[in-house]
């Protein structure tokens, strides 16, 4: 029986999101880099990593020797219940949510550069196929970063939140890119500091997000005093994880309030979060969605709406769902919300299915609807077409919104009415008018109180596909060869041949030491990798890393942690 491809298990709006791993553009020199930080991770982690992480490496098909292939993780995380797909650095938040949310890890199929060896604050391979993947081996955390995708799926972002984003993946990029210069890395920098500097509020989203990188990025299991390492963000750099236990960093013990503790991704974290087991994320992650729009609606959850300027969903009693920008909530006599304005395409749905005809194309310039019970305590989703037409299609509110039109049908779901079509309709709250019939047919949403609020569209298919889809889309697969280090990934080549051949060839050796002395001076991995062929090389190779180490000290942890591991 065939597999089912990730991408035939996921929403169509998503595959673009979904990239091929060319397994071609990995230069000799990426291999290596991949194969010493797995060689020197693996010994410190068998140490101060969770139990399950090591396991979890030989469990989910991540190998030391070589960069993976993508498909090999993938096939190895079906047995847990979860699916990997490639995708090329930073997707939009709710995107790689949404995959986590569909139990599928998307991993970054890029490889850092060398001279980001210890750490990169772009998406990689190393972050997502070693940090991510080993630790979904563990059901309980596994189930814990499907629920937290869930979550993460209905929460609601600001448009603050959007342009900060925006920015760190447009540093990231630069930081990454070979041909950037520091003009071009500092002008980049300052456009991050100065979307920072417009943030007023932390959102669902940004709380959230700081639970995700105090749990899943940077969390800690265990003892408070003796913990283990679980965060993918410490278990994919090498100098962080290295100096995390150190006594300048605070060991706090995980409760829901790591949520109101903020982060700064370009400097090493001051203090951790330490869990007991992953069961008790769970309860925090539940503890905190409790406080959500999506669960509690209402009022608030509209308000938190309003103020996002992003596209949200609110969930009637009828369980119409309305999604769009909402600019404006009218409020009766009793303080409760009396009529929603929204500005831009809008969307009715039911059950997370668009209504026919009730797209973004049709709601293009917005959408506006009563709520509440009418005079004399009727719910307006409980009317009868016969009873409307009783009525003369005029509707009277307790809160003071009338309607009068002409009625032509309703939209029903089990005999309850969701919508109802009016013609020559006018709406007015006192002396405001609120639609009149030269803007043409009205669409009256039913309900009479908001259950719930949430991110984004309901039927985010049909709505992406209507307004233009993510305005960001992802980018192509990149190599990590240039000009520069074009002859220098030759002699790595060379190395990796002699090692997997298995013979002994002096003669070869001395020449790539020779070439190394003359040529490149300041490459410290090849000069390691050349250290696990004995011969009377030893000596001087060492001696070349230790005068390299003193004449660049950005290398000396990792060329003494090279030669530890050896």
Known sequence: MRRPTVKEKVPDYLHPFIAEQDASLYT??????????????????????????????????????????????????????????????????????????????????????????????APDIVHEAAGHAPIIADREYADYLYEYGEIARKVIFSIQDMDVYEAIRILSDTKEAPQSTPDDIAKAQASLDTALTKVTYASEATQLSRMGWWTIEYGLVGDLQNPKIYGAGLLSSLSESFHCFGSGVKRLPFSVDCVDMTFDITRPQPQLYVTPDFKTLREGLDQFANSLAFRRGGLEGLLKAQRSQTVTTAVLDSGLQIGGRLEEILK???????????????????????????????????????????????????????????????????????????????????????????????????????????????????????????????????????????????????????????????????????????????????????????????????????????????????????ALAARRPEFKELIERGLAAL
Not at 103 to 115: K, S, V
Not at 455 to 466: E, F, I, V
């Open 332 to 546: 009766g006599p009793d303080g409760q919300p009396c009529y929603l304005r929204y500005h831009g395409p809008s969307q009715l749905a039911l059950g997370d299915h668009e209504l026919e005809g009730h797209g973004a194309k049709v709601h293009a310039s917005g959408f506006g609807t009563p709520l509440g019970k009418l005079r004399g305590g009727k719910r307006p989703q409980d009317l009868s077409d016969g009873e409307i037409k009783r009525l003369s299609g005029w509707l009277e509110f307790e809160s003071g919104v009338s309607l009068e039109g002409t009625f032509v049908k309703s939209v029903r779901e089990g005999g309850v009415a969701v919508v109802l079509m009016f013609e020559k309709c006018t709406v007015t709250l006192g002396d405001r008018v609120l639609f009149q019939p030269e803007w043409g047919s009205f669409d009256m949403a039913c309900g009479t109180i908001v259950t719930s609020v949430f991110g984004g569209a309901a039927d985010r298919g049909p709505y992406l596909k209507d307004t233009g889809g993510y305005a960001q889309m992802p980018g192509r697969p990149k190599s990590n060869l240039t000009a520069d280090n074009r002859e220098l990934a030759k002699l790595y080549e060379k190395v990796r041949q002699l090692r997997e051949s298995g013979g002994s060839y002096p003669d070869s050796i001395q020449a790539l030491v020779r070439e190394l002395d003359e040529k490149h001076p300041n490459d410290w991995l090849l000069r390691l990798e050349l250290l696990e062929f004995k011969g009377e090389w030893i000596g001087h190779l060492r001696s070349s890393l230790v």
């Open 28 to 121: 000799p020199i990426d291999h290596a880099s991949w194969r010493y930080i797995m060689r020197v991770s693996k010994a410190f982690f068998a140490q101060h990593a969770h139990q399950k992480y090591v396991d979890g490496l030989i469990e989910t098909g991540v190998s030391t020797d070589r960069i993976p292939l993508i498909e090999e993780i993938d096939a190895q995380l079906e047995q847990f219940g979860w699916r990997a797909c490639a995708i090329v650095g930073f997707i939009p938040p709710a995107v790689f949510m949404e995959f986590l949310s569909l139990g599928i890890l998307p991993i970054a199929c890029d490889m850092r550069r060398l001279e980001h060896l210890a750490y990169t604050p």
